[in-house]
């Protein structure tokens, strides 16, 4: 059993940068996949990016070259560096837990509390 909170959320302006952080309890950890989702007011929650147990990363193309995702299997711990943002990045950003599929990519099994994210313009 994974349980995962999620820290580093908060208030920024346009083009300015947060880190998250989601730590995680547990001894399954490095054997599962990881990601970030995050949901905006009125919107379905969309898969942000995503880390496999080896490194390998998938990201939604809205944060393609502005988003880096990470993991730290010693410290179970996964981050989600947050670049040039933008109004449009805005809601409650959630850390996962789960398996690999093809289509979605991640299917979580675990799922943190969520932190918020507010851009202003």
């Known amino acids: 059993q994974v349980q995962l909170v999620e820290s580093g959320g908060g208030l920024v302006q346009t083009g300015g940068s947060l880190r998250l952080s989601c730590a995680a309890s547990g001894s399954m950890f490095s054997r599962n996949v990881m990601g970030w989702y995050r949901q905006a007011p009125g919107k379905q929650r969309e898969l942000v990016a995503g880390?496999?147990?080896?490194?390998?990363?998938n990201y939604a193309d809205s944060v393609k070259g502005r988003f880096t995702i990470s993991r730290d299997n010693a410290m179970n711990t996964v981050y989600l560096q947050m670049n040039s943002l933008k109004p449009e990045d805005t809601g409650v950003y959630y850390c996962?837990?789960?398996?690999?599929?093809?289509?979605?990519?991640?299917?979580?099994?675990?799922w943190g509390q969520g932190t918020q994210v507010t851009v202003s313009s």
């Open positions: 996962a837990a789960g398996i690999q599929g093809a289509s979605p990519w991640l299917i979580p099994t675990r």
């Open positions: 880390i496999t147990r080896d490194g390998r990363t």
